[in-house]
Each structure stands twice: as structure tokens, then as C-alpha cells.
């Protein structure tokens, strides 16, 4: 028992995290309360699992909103899920917190707690410690872990490996705005009012797409979401599958506030921004039809935007179809 201010560890997880009124999933056979959650495999699925850890003065500053914090922990894990067409089924909460504030967790769990709802997900356990500097006194940073776990049909699973030749390119929504909003902060450039309201929720609270994950499943031959940049994560694609494209960067999907910035900053924040929690798929170019399905059936925008290659690397072109040069693609002072 780790005594958290005037408020104990126990009492802690039972107020903030313990959902008494609310009945579990039928799969969850056990939730919070005991050594282990006990959830029922479901027949003829693979159990999708991924974690993500948030670090106060890495991954969010001390000032972000603690409702904020609670929506976005869990939206970039449920990402990784929609990366891998799975479908969310529960998840864990690991805290490491400098003390117990009571009105930081109930803000906090209040903005995790209407993500999980709005894609019906149980919080079944997890772990509660004191965050301490190394004194063992000071206190520490606020970490917070989560795993999500999800099903997806066996073999079904959208994988970065499967990019083939041929293949197109897609990507969902728009990208940039995260790091737009973000560049206003940092003070790099100046955003008027009303364009920081537009895209200041794209940063703080992105909406996992989930939906389309699962939509192309059977469609898509590989995904990841874009949680590092768009170059970054394509990359990673291009490794995995042993291939290379050709990017369109004045093709890629951004908002109407982004389109108003110079060219420099909209393909900075397009192409390295990060942020975007954004699916960037591929598909066979006989699947066109079924992506464009997938994307109205799931009710999310999509844009094809370039073609894999045999030739490994990254070709940026723009509009007129001339190559980018690939300084740019690498620019990327923020990690
Ligand atoms: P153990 O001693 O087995 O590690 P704990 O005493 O740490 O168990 O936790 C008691 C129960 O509360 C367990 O069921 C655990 O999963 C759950 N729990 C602890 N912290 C959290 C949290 N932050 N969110 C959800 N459940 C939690
Ligand atoms: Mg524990």
C-alpha cells in the first residue's frame, strides 16, 4: 500500500478508475480487484496487444489538460490497434504519479473514461505507484502507461510488412495539424485565433480510426499508423516489406488551415509532423474500389497519394512532377 497524500492507493484506484455502476463485457470474466483480469479468448481471432507510455516533459507538458491527457493516452494506443484492422476489447492503466490530486485523476480518468465508452472498452486492471525523483523524495514526473488489447480475425491482421510493387499508397483524414498547433507553441510561427481553435484538438485529442482499421481488413496489404511523421512511418512500411514509393507531397490530405500556411510549413508538418494518428495504408491498385467502400462505409475520409516501388527508397514529388529534394524528407528537428 503506497500512501498518496491524503488519499490511499486503494481508495485512489476504487474512486477514479473502479466503475461499480457498470457491468463488464461479457468476455471480461474479471476485472479490477483481483491479481489478474480472466478475459475470453474468442474463437478463430488473434489477440492484438500494444503499449504506449506517456512521460511528463517527453510526451506532454506540464501544462496539457488533465482530460486531455486521459483522451489522448488511450487514443494513441487504441491507434495502434486500428493499424492492425483489430477490434478494441479492454485495456490496463499503469500511473506513476508525483501525488494524489484529486482533481487531476478526476479530470483525467473523466477524459479516458469517454474514449473507452465511445468504443465500448473496459478498463480491467493495472498498477498505482508514487512517482519519486532519485532522492526518493522529490517528486517525480507523471508517467502513464497503457496496453490495449484487441481481437482480429487470424491471418486477417493488417501488417507493415505486406506492401507489394504496384501497390497504392492511401492515407486517412488529413495530416499536419498537430504539428501546426505545436509550432504555435514553440513560438515557430503564429496562428491566428481561430486557426489555433481548429486544429488545437488535432494535437491534444485525436480520434483513433478504428473503423477504417477494421473496414480494410481483407483490402488493404499493409498499414501503420502515423504517429512519427509520415516519411518516418513510411519508412518503416518500406523496411518491413522490402520496397520503396513514390510520395505525391502536394497530393497529401490537409486542412483547409494548413493549406493557408507558406508551402515550407505545410509539407514540414505534412511529411515530418508527427502527431497525426492517421492510417497510412497500401492497397493493390485492383483493390481502388474497395478502399474508396471502406472509407464510406467507415465514414472517414481517404486520398490516394502515391505508388510502391521495387526501387528501395522514398521518391517526393510535387505537383508538377518534380522530385523533392530528400533533405527535406529527413527534416525532422523535433525528436
Ligand atoms: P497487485 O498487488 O497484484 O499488483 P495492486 O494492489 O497493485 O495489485 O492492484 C489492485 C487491483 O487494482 C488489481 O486488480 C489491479 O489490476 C488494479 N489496479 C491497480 N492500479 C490500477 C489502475 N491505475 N487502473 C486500473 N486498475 C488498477
Ligand atoms: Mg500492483
Known amino acids: 500500500m503506497v500512501q498518496m497524500g491524503s488519499l490511499g492507493e486503494f481508495e485512489l484506484i476504487e474512486r477514479y478508475f473502479t466503475r461499480a ?18 478475459i475470453a479468448p ?3 481471432c488473434d489477440l492484438a496487444v500494444s503499449t504506449d507510455l506517456l512521460v511528463e516533459g517527453r510526451h506532454f507538458l506540464p501544462t496539457v489538460s488533465a482530460a486531455a491527457l486521459g ?98 499508397c492511401w492515407v486517412s483524414g488529413t495530416l499536419g495539424d498537430a504539428r501546426l498547433a505545436l509550432g504555435h507553441w514553440r513560438g515557430e510561427w503564429h496562428l491566428s485565433d481561430a486557426a489555433l481553435q481548429a486544429v488545437r484538438p ?6 483513433p480510426r478504428i473503423a477504417l482499421g477494421m473496414a480494410l481488413r481483407g483490402v488493404a496489404s499493409s498499414a501503420i499508423d502515423v504517429s512519427d511523421g509520415l516519411l518516418g512511418d513510411l519508412r518503416h512500411v518500406l523496411q518491413r516489406s ?14 483547409a488551415v494548413l493549406q493557408a500556411q507558406p508551402v515550407p ?27 474508396l467502400a471502406a472509407a464510406q462505409a467507415s465514414g472517414t475520409p481517404v486520398a490516394c497519394v502515391g505508388r510502391i516501388t521495387q526501387a528501395t527508397g522514398v521518391q517526393l ?16 528537428h523535433f525528436r
Open 265 to 291: 510549413t505545410q509539407r514540414l508538418c505534412t511529411l515530418a509532423g508527427g502527431d497525426d494518428y492517421e492510417l497510412l495504408f497500401t492497397a493493390p491498385q485492383a483493390q481502388h474500389g474497395a478502399v
Open 71 to 168: 483522451h489522448k493516452a488511450l487514443a494513441v494506443n487504441l491507434s495502434d490497434l486500428a493499424a492492425c484492422g483489430a477490434e478494441p476489447l479492454a485495456f490496463t492503466l499503469t500511473l506513476a504519479l508525483p501525488r494524489a490530486d484529486a482533481a487531476w485523476l478526476d479530470a483525467f480518468s473523466r477524459g479516458l473514461f469517454a474514449l473507452a465508452d465511445a468504443h465500448r472498452i473496459a478498463l480491467v486492471g493495472g498498477d498505482t505507484t508514487k512517482s519519486v525523483q532519485p532522492d526518493g523524495v522529490s517528486p517525480g514526473p507523471h508517467c502513464i502507461g497503457i496496453t490495449v488489447l484487441g481481437d482480429v480475425p487470424q491471418g486477417a491482421a493488417l501488417l507493415r510488412s505486406g506492401a507489394r510493387p504496384g501497390d497504392e
Open 242 to 255: 522490402g520496397v520503396g514509393a513514390t510520395l505525391h507531397a502536394d497530393a497529401l490530405p490537409r486542412s
Open 42 to 44: 474468442r474463437a478463430g
Open 202 to 207: 488535432r494535437m491534444e485529442q485525436p480520434a
Open 317 to 332: 514529388m510535387d505537383a508538377n512532377g518534380a522530385t523533392i529534394p530528400d533533405d527535406f524528407a529527413s527534416f525532422d
Open 21 to 38: 455502476g457498470q457491468a463488464l463485457p461479457a468476455r471480461v470474466r474479471a476485472g479490477i480487484g483481483d491479481d489478474c483480469a480472466l
